[in-house]
């Protein structure tokens, strides 16, 4: 009988195969990605398959056990994979990765929209770290996480970890350095002292100005936020 772990890297791979039958062109960026694999794992290999364009550094990616995976470069901010990316999640890795060699990412195209709007500026002394929890088989997870690194280009000094919930130590870490206990559902986003549980209803530009509302402005209403950019 398949056991969990078997299915998930099964599918895990199946994934794969499917990103690079429709793999995104990619844009004049390299995307920087520091891999802290477990030694012998397939999974680096496998990244360097899926984004032969992104320049794949081994090492350690600070304060996450291994396995970790920090995307990031270019003086911008690093968004931290705390476990590995699976199924759906690996999805929301690889569209993160292109979209950091875009010249104008999501991010900074939805952040645009809602300054245009109104959107409250970043208040000084905003919070630069935050922490999104997700499991592999969470369908509205993607969407967030791939929001969560975006995101990192458009906030200086920005660092984002998204947390592989169904690992205990790693579950144990995402309470710690969050703050938050107890966690019940996913995605669970968690920046400053608020916790925001759920994704937003759309697509990715919701997903991103919800994560935008929650990182940048104490007051907004990260949902309001993401239905904003619909209107």
Do not use: N, Q
């Not at 986003?189 to 994704?199: I, P």
């Amino acid at each position: 009988m398949e056991g969990l772990v078997d299915r998930l890297v099964r599918g895990t791979v199946e994934v794969a195969g499917e990103w690079l039958r429709r793999r995104p062109g990619f844009g004049p960026r390299r995307p920087e990605l520091v891999a802290a694999d477990l030694e012998g794992s397939w999974f680096t290999p496998l990244l360097k398959t899926l984004l032969p364009e992104a320049l794949v550094v081994e090492g350690e990616v600070r304060g996450v056990p291994r396995p970790a995976f920090e995307l990031g470069g270019g003086g911008e901010g690093t968004a931290v994979y705390a476990g590995y990316p699976l199924l759906h999640e690996l999805e929301a890795f690889l569209a993160a990765a292109w979209d950091r060699s875009l010249e104008r990412g999501a991010a900074a195209a939805v952040l645009s929209l809602l300054e245009e709007r109104g959107f409250p500026a970043e208040p000084e002394g905003a919070e630069r770290e935050a922490y999104l929890l997700v499991t592999p088989e969470c369908p509205h997870c993607p969407r967030v996480a791939f929001a969560l690194a975006s995101a990192s280009r458009v906030v200086p000094g920005a660092r984002y970890f998204i947390v592989d919930a169904y690992d205990g130590a790693l579950l144990e870490l995402f309470a710690e350095l969050s703050g938050v206990e107890g966690v019940s559902a996913v995605p669970l986003l968690a920046a400053g002292d608020a916790a925001y549980v759920g994704a937003p209803r759309g697509g990715v530009a919701s997903a991103v100005a919800y994560v935008l509302a929650a990182l940048r402005a104490v007051d907004a209403d990260p949902a309001e936020a993401a239905r904003s950019v619909k209107e």
